[in-house]
Nanobody
Framework: QVQLVESGGGLVQPGGSLRLSCAAS????????MAWYRQAPGKQRELVAG???????SYLDSVKGRFTISRDNAKNTVYLQMNSLKPEDTAVYYC??????????????WGQGTQVTVSS
């Protein structure tokens, strides 16, 4: 009933930029926090950036000053603007959202993941 769809991933050269989008749809009553995670081959999944319903943001230390998370509540969409990309940013990026549905059930929902590859 609730679905998260990501877009915007791709191949980019070091120093380049990408913007990821994640749109939530379905029987959504309310969306609380939203976040972006990533997982590189051979590494554990890590939290990249998060944003609360009030707009408070947090970032992984290694992306501070380069990445910006934002959300459009009217569109149920969260974005991740990624600038000055480095090869170590290469990973599958996953959207996450804490959602209360019309059945008054609450839980974490995940997107399918979008590949970001930074290579020259």
């Amino acid at each position: 009933q609730v679905q998260l769809v990501e877009s915007g991933g791709g191949l980019v050269q070091p120093g380049g930029s990408l913007r990821l989008s994640c749109a939530a749809s379905g029987s959504i009553f309310n969306i609380n926090a939203m976040a972006w995670y990533r997982q590189a081959p051979g590494k554990q999944r890590e939290l990249v950036a998060g944003i609360t319903s009030g707009g408070r943001t947090s970032y992984l230390d290694s992306v501070k000053g380069r990445f910006t998370i934002s959300r459009d509540n009217a569109k149920n969409t969260v974005y991740l603007q990624m600038n000055s990309l480095k090869p170590e940013d290469t990973a599958v990026y996953y959207c996450n959202a804490d959602i209360l549905d019309y059945g008054l059930g609450e839980g974490d929902y995940w997107g399918q993941g979008t590949q970001v590859t930074v290579s020259s």
